[in-house]
C-alpha cells in the first residue's frame, strides 16, 4: 500500500491497474462487410492464387462512373478486383467524397461461392 502523504493521483494509478495501464490499444471501427462486386469483370481472378485473408486493400471513388455515380472501387496493389455492391456504397462513397480517410481488407475467400461472394470485404474507419 502506497503512504498516505503521496498525491491522491498517484495513490489512484497504483489502486486501479486500469488507469495505470497506459493508452487503449487503437480499437477498429468496421463500417461494412460486404462481398466483391465484379469478381469476373476486373482483375480478381487473375489475381486469385495471390489474395489472402486480411490483405489490405485500397478503395478508390469513381464519381465519374457511368454505371453507378457512388462507385467505390477496391484495388489491391493498383490493380483493380472489383467494386462495393451498388446497393451497399453510398455510406463509403460519402465518407470518401468528404476526404475521409477508408481502409479496406479481404475478410473471407471461398473458391466455391458464386462469383460475386467469393471475395468477403470488410471496410473499416482509419
Known amino acids: ?8 493521483s498517484q495513490r489512484a494509478l497504483r489502486l486501479n491497474p486500469v488507469l495505470s495501464a ?11 462487410r460486404s462481398a466483391l462486386a465484379g469478381f469476373r469483370h476486373h482483375e480478381a481472378p487473375q489475381l486469385w492464387p495471390a489474395l489472402a485473408r486480411r490483405t489490405p486493400l485500397t478503395l478508390e471513388r469513381e464519381a465519374d462512373n457511368p454505371h453507378d ?21 453510398l455510406m ?28 468477403g470485404i470488410e471496410v473499416i474507419l482509419c
Open 1 to 8: 500500500m502506497l503512504p498516505a502523504n503521496r498525491p491522491a
Open 92 to 119: 463509403a462513397a460519402r465518407l470518401l467524397d468528404r476526404q475521409r480517410q477508408l481502409c479496406a481488407r479481404i475478410e473471407r475467400l471461398d473458391p466455391n461461392a458464386e462469383h460475386n461472394a467469393r471475395i
Open 69 to 89: 455515380a457512388n462507385a467505390v472501387a477496391l484495388r489491391w496493389r493498383g490493380r483493380k478486383l472489383g467494386y462495393l455492391p451498388r446497393g451497399e456504397n
Open 22 to 32: 497506459g493508452p487503449p490499444a487503437a480499437r477498429v471501427i468496421r463500417l461494412q
